[in-house]
Nanobody
């Protein structure tokens, strides 16, 4: 099967920056859309940003101008550069990808989530 592994979460001061990474591994045939979502305590999971295989991006309004999503298709990896971080950005950040998985009988499309990485913005 396949898995997504996030890294890069940390404690950072307001106004600081972090870069998250998410690498996909396993029996991957191809990856279509990749994205980042986040969930703060007591809140629902929300979209941060998505990117297609050709590089088209989409951002939640609150992240525009501060966050940048990118991907390296050769490495099956998606990144999230976060600048000008605010306390309200504190959340667990999850990676998501639409992965075409190679199986013995062919391929299937699997909506895959990572385990999450904690980002805390606090002084």
């Amino acid at each position: 099967q396949v898995q997504l592994v996030e890294s890069g979460g940390d404690l950072v001061q307001p106004g600081g920056s972090l870069k998250l990474s998410c690498a996909a591994s396993g029996n991957i045939f191809s990856i279509k859309d990749m994205g980042w979502y986040r969930q703060a305590p007591g809140k629902q999971r929300e979209l941060v940003a998505t990117i297609t295989s050709s590089g088209s991006t989409n951002y939640a309004e609150a992240m525009k101008g501060r966050f940048t999503i990118s991907r390296d298709n050769a490495k099956n990896t998606v990144y999230l550069q976060m600048n000008s971080l605010k306390p309200e950005d504190t959340a667990v950040y999850y990676c998501n990808a639409e992965i075409t998985v190679v199986q013995s009988v062919g391929t299937i499309i699997q909506d895959t989530w990572g385990q999450g990485t904690q980002v805390t913005v606090s002084s």
